[in-house]
């Protein structure tokens, strides 16, 4: 892509649906799919506190944790509260101010970005349904073993069914009316469908479990890897990317 055209406006925008929902702490907010189905976002839940799955999961996380998709902040929140090394990343900029409000670091930055820590992160969070970002799997997952350290852990949460999906989605208040931006690439993970795509991209399934009626996977990255920048993936779409913070935005001290 040439570096004259700008980014396209990202659907986690200021004055979208999702960032009323956090300003407000409650939804109903939704994903709409192509064909009209509406996927719930539970806002009420991520802008609340970490809960005993949560807190369950987080107890799992090896060194340094890297939360993509942070959303609101609980998580960040609480590892930092633990005297965790973590470090959020978030499209949205509601997301990130929030995370911030809660005590945590975080940056306005997508996976895809480059990202302080690259190789070398111990732990990858994609929590919350984080695992469909993009639209493809195996680019998510190629992008974060790059970010982990060699042998680090990831760990997804996956849908609570079996499914495998890709569709264009768009955020969407109570309405359904009411819309942020251009629909965007997004995937549906379950467990099986996750454990097929990780083993074909080189990871080994550490565990999976199922809690409080969600269910999660962890991922071991393989034992050598570069932790050079790897370039964009074609699944970096413009509801990704965003502008670099500045050079004093907030990072791990590593």
Partial sequence: MSTTVPP????????????????AGRGPLFLRRGDGRLLPLEVERWCGRADAVDRAVL?????????????????????????????GIDVSEAAVAHTVRLGGQALRRSVFDPLP????????????????????????LDRAAALL???GLLVAETAPVDVDERAQVQLVDATGTRAAGRPFPW????????????????????????????RFVALRSRSASSSAETPKSTAVISSQRTRKPSADSPAPNR
């Fill in 59 to 87: 107890d799992r996380c090896e060194g340094a944790v890297l939360d993509v998709g942070c959303g609101p902040g609980r998580l960040v929140a609480e590892l930092a509260a633990r005297g965790r090394t973590v470090l």
């Fill in 187 to 214: 995937a549906r993970l379950g467990t099986p469908a996750l454990l097929g795509h990780a083993a074909r991209a080189g990871w080994r399934a550490a565990d999976q479990w199922t809690a409080g009626g969600r």
């Fill in 117 to 140: 820590g690259t190789g070398r992160w111990g732990t990858v969070l994609l929590m919350d349904g984080n695992v469909g970002i993009g639209g493809e799997p195996r680019a998510l």
């Fill in 8 to 23: 396209a406006p990202s659907p986690w925008a200021v004055s979208d649906p999702y960032a009323a929902a956090l300003r």
């Fill in 149 to 151: 350290a060699p042998g």
